[in-house]
Structures are given as C-alpha cells and as structure tokens.
C-alpha cells in the first residue's frame, strides 16, 4: 500500500483547505485511517480517524466542529475538509493506515503513512 498526501497550502485564519490521501497498491477497505499533524518542534498528535468496520470517527479535541474526515472507496482515497483554519493548526499533515483503529487512536506508529504535506496559516 502506497499514500502519497497532497492539498496542503497557505491560508489565512478563517480559511478552508481539503487534504487527499491517494492510495495505490492495494484497497483502503482494509485499513483504518487516520491523519496526524506534526508541528515544528512538537509531538505527532492525531487529528481525525476512521474506522473501516464501522465508520467510527475521532476528532481532536481542537479541531472538532471544524474538520472533516471521509473516505471514497470508489476512488480508494480519504479525505480532510479542514475549515476555520488557525494559526495553531499550522503543520505537516500526513495520512496513514493500519488494520486497527485502535493503534491509530493511540498514536502508536501506522503500519502505513503518506509523505506529508504543509498547511500553513497565517496572515
């Protein structure tokens, strides 16, 4: 399984971007799948996940109301509508896959993960 991220960009606080992880070489029906955030000279943390068994989504607790997380199966690609961007949500976002949602929501490290892309938001 390949992910390859893109959508990432500058926006100005209050503006919207939509993340696409693409996937190639096999199936996202398998896996559950997550996107996580890393900040310059901070942690990953997990953004947003869903569950491929149940549709069982988690959001973070600063982003909910404000992003998004769906999957296509018809175009094996998942995606992050991110809206009412801030400045804190500034990073490098990068989508990942694993066949337990679990191991996602404990932000241990995905079996998969894309290469990233940059969301910045300033003025």
């Known amino acids: 399984l390949q992910l390859v991220d893109s959508g990432g960009g500058v926006v100005q606080p209050g503006g919207s971007l939509r993340l696409s992880c693409a996937a190639s070489?096999?199936?996202?029906?398998?896996?559950?799948i997550a996107w996580f955030r890393q900040a310059p000279g901070k942690e990953r943390e997990g953004v947003s996940c869903?569950?491929?068994?149940?549709?069982?989504?988690y959001y973070l607790d600063s982003v909910k109301g404000r992003f998004t997380i769906s999957r296509d199966g018809a175009k094996n690609a998942v995606y992050l509508q991110m809206n009412d961007l801030q400045p804190e949500d500034t990073a490098v976002y990068f989508c990942?896959?694993?066949?337990?949602?679990?191991?996602?929501?404990?932000?241990?490290?995905?079996?998969?993960r894309g290469q990233g892309t940059q969301v910045i938001v300033s003025l």
């Open positions: 990942a896959a694993d066949q337990y949602f679990a191991r996602l929501r404990l932000n241990l490290q995905p079996d998969y």
């Open positions: 070489g096999s199936s996202l029906d398998g896996y559950a």
């Open positions: 869903i569950n491929n068994r149940n549709s069982d989504t």
